[in-house]
């Protein structure tokens, strides 16, 4: 189960990226922005969360994705703020479809989702800058 959230985690720097993106760090803002994706599907789809720590976490998933937008722009400053916006969305697509392939095929008990899940309470308790 391990290597399904691994392997989810990946997915999508590997369907959209480019040879400079693949060279990136594992854990920069954009893998962090795509966690965000993926265990918000898992949150949505698998757990009740309430109003407070969704507020919280869309705040935190907010200040993450901006900071990802402007890491993508100094990474592909041949790109116009379309094209980023277009590519973002994309890989957000991706990482959303792939995340709900993966609770549908395991369900939402499983070890994994239930990870991602604990991932997001983390991710919306945490707390940004502090």
């Given at each position: 189960?391990?290597?399904?959230?691994?392997?989810?985690?990946?997915?999508?720097?590997?369907?959209?990226?480019?040879?400079?993106?693949?060279?990136?760090?594992?854990?920069?803002?954009?893998?962090?922005?795509?966690?965000?994706?993926?265990?918000?599907?898992?949150?949505?789809?698998?757990?009740?969360?309430?109003?407070?720590?969704?507020?919280?976490?869309?705040?935190?998933f907010l200040a993450v994705s901006i900071r990802k937008i402007q890491v993508l722009k100094e990474r592909n400053p041949q790109l116009t703020d379309d094209q980023i916006a277009e590519q973002d969305?994309?890989?957000?697509?991706?990482?959303?479809?792939?995340?709900?392939?993966?609770?549908?095929?395991?369900?939402?008990?499983?070890?994994?989702?239930?990870?991602?899940?604990?991932?997001?309470?983390?991710?919306?308790?945490?707390?940004?800058?502090?």
């Amino acid at each position: 189960m391990k290597y399904q959230i691994a392997l989810l985690l990946s997915f999508g720097l590997c369907a959209t990226a480019n040879a400079q993106r693949i060279a990136q760090p594992s854990m920069d803002i954009v893998s962090i922005a795509n966690q965000f994706i993926v265990s918000g599907v898992a949150a949505k789809k698998c757990s009740l969360i309430d109003a407070a720590t969704e507020q919280a976490f869309r705040t935190n998933f907010l200040a993450v994705s901006i900071r990802k937008i402007q890491v993508l722009k100094e990474r592909n400053p041949q790109l116009t703020d379309d094209q980023i916006a277009e590519q973002d969305k994309e890989s957000t697509e991706q990482y959303r479809a792939r995340a709900e392939q993966v609770i549908s095929q395991y369900g939402c008990q499983s070890p994994a989702v239930q990870e991602l899940i604990q991932r997001y309470k983390a991710q919306a308790a945490w707390k940004i800058g502090g």
